[in-house]
């Protein structure tokens, strides 16, 4: 696609129920970044993938979140257990792998609401 | 560690007025720095890039300025208007193992009212 395509635009789940956040970036892009926010809060950093490298997933809140780049394109965002505080906006960003194109494109996030 | 932060965390002002927003950074090594626009509901849209040796940049009504010494960066909203409310977020761009690892700032929430 043209652009950076995140599914499920909204999603409301349970409680204590596992949820899936799908990003697809522009193709070619070797990074890609998952954030988050909150409602009022700024940018939450949460992972970073850059080709085969090993992701830096320093940002990751809790144990109950993991994430995958399968193939190098598409990434999955797994939360566990979801708890209410996880209730955000997810973002994902992909950029170009060339030095001098360094421009963040961003989905439209996935609005994630636990009741 | 490689940190990018943005003052004031939100601002409120009228229409009309003018804005300055901060973004201090500890990115090294420095390969440019953008703004971003992010609109409520959408993704951040980039509103201009600055590099090593630039020290302002303007894009409209929106001036950026860029002092690599200091390793700050200021972006000037002028004559405010209602669709300037949004968030703006500094992204700071650092060469990391041949690559540019993308450093983001937490944003601005800048409410403009009538």
């Known amino acids: 696609g043209a652009g950076v395509s995140q599914s499920p635009s909204n999603k409301v789940t349970e409680k204590g129920k596992d949820v899936e956040l799908r990003c697809d970036p522009i193709?070619?892009?070797?990074?890609l970044y998952w954030y988050r926010q909150s409602l009022g809060q700024g940018l939450e950093f949460l992972i970073y993938f850059q080709g085969n490298s090993a992701p830096d997933k320093s940002g990751l809140p809790s144990d109950r979140f993991s994430a995958e780049r399968t193939g190098g394109s598409v990434s999955t965002l797994t939360i566990q257990r979801t708890q209410q505080e996880d209730s955000a906006v997810y973002l994902c960003?992909?950029?170009?792998?060339?030095?001098?194109?360094?421009?963040?494109?961003f989905g439209q996030g996935t609005r994630l609401t636990v009741v | 560690k490689n940190q990018v932060e943005q003052s004031p965390q939100s601002l409120i002002i009228l229409e009309g007025k003018n804005c300055t927003l901060q973004?201090?950074?500890?990115?090294?090594?420095?390969?440019?720095l953008r703004w971003y626009k992010q609109d409520t509901g959408r993704g951040p849209v980039s509103l201009t890039i600055m590099t090593f040796s630039e020290n302002t940049k303007s894009n409209g009504r929106y001036t950026a300025t860029l002092d690599a010494d200091t390793k700050q960066s200021s972006l000037h909203i002028t004559a405010s208007q209602l669709s300037d409310s949004a968030s703006y977020i500094c992204?700071?761009?650092?060469?990391?193992?041949?690559?540019?690892?993308?450093?983001f700032g937490a944003g601005t929430r800048l409410a403009v009212h009538p």
């Open positions: 960003a992909s950029s170009s792998p060339t030095p001098r194109n360094t421009e963040a494109f």
């Open positions: 973004c201090n950074y500890t990115v090294s090594p420095f390969s440019n």
């Open positions: 193709s070619g892009h070797t990074a």
């Open positions: 992204v700071v761009s650092a060469a990391s193992g041949g690559y540019n690892k993308l450093i």
